[in-house]
T-cell receptor, first 111, second 113 residues
Framework: LAKTTQPISMDSYEGQEVNITCSHNNIATNDYITWYQQFPSQGPRFIIQGYKTKVTNEVASLFIPADRKSSTLSLPRVSLSDTAVYYCLDWIYSSASKIIFGSGTRLSIRP | DTGVSQDPRHKITKRGQNVTFRCDPISEHNRLYWYRQTLGQGPEFLTYFQNEAQLEKSRLLSDRFSAERPKGSFSTLEIQRTEQGDSAMYLC???????????FGQGTRLTVV
């Protein structure tokens, strides 16, 4: 069973900022919060990872509150090419022997 | 291209036949994972190798499924006596010793007719 909970789908428009939230109610002390992106007929692609506070890279920002029970993936100024499924995961840093995906959030971007 | 190669990309087989998929991970990655993904679902974990040792195996992996990684490099996933319910995308991923992320291949789409 997936350890995280996220909305099934979201819609937005080109040029908007999109925030996708995830609940990590069972996160362990050594787990990292990780987000993947998946396009149709492709394997998932790593987007961003963090432990707490805020992480930013060239693709997205990740906000993690102090209790680490939730996270928010922020995509600035989305385009049609950001239409994909986004997965949040509790990454077991100590072993990474079993990476569990949930059903993800299907993000649709409209012109 | 993540550097993880899977072959073939597509496979159509008749029910009852055996199929074998190959995964070539990123060079020197010691971790290797297999997943299965059906339409509208997230990837389901099947099995995990660290070097040549198979350390984790999902209950989803029935006796008809077997995976190997004989020299700690490439891996194969075999499905014996295929069933229509085996139709899915089979994904392979690899990761290095840093344990911080995994890189996925583009998958092998299996159709059992």
């Amino acid at each position: 069973l997936a350890k995280t909970t996220q909305p099934i789908s979201m819609d937005s428009y080109e040029g908007q900022e999109v925030n996708i939230t995830c609940s990590h109610n069972n996160i362990a002390t050594n787990d990292y919060i990780t987000w993947y992106q998946q396009f149709p007929s492709q394997g998932p692609r790593f987007i961003i990872q963090g432990y707490k506070t805020k992480v930013t890279n060239e693709v997205a920002s990740l906000f993690i509150p102090a209790d680490r029970k939730s996270s928010t993936l922020s995509l600035p100024r989305v385009s049609l090419s950001d239409t994909a499924v986004y997965y949040c995961l509790d990454w077991i840093y100590s072993s990474a022997s079993k990476i569990i995906f949930g059903s993800g959030t299907r993000l649709s971007i409209r012109p | 291209d993540t550097g993880v190669s899977q072959d073939p990309r597509h496979k159509i087989t008749k029910r009852g036949q055996n199929v074998t998929f190959r995964c070539d991970p990123i060079s020197e990655h010691n971790r290797l994972y297999w997943y299965r993904q059906t339409l509208g679902q997230g990837p389901e974990f099947l099995t995990y190798f660290q070097n040549e040792a198979q350390l984790e195996k999902s209950r989803l992996l029935s006796d008809r499924f077997s995976a190997e990684r004989p020299k700690g490099s490439f891996s194969t996933l075999e499905i014996q006596r295929t069933e229509q319910g085996d139709s899915a995308m089979y994904l392979c991923a690899s990761g290095g010793t840093a344990n911080t992320e995994a890189f996925f291949g583009q998958g092998t789409r299996l159709t059992v007719v």
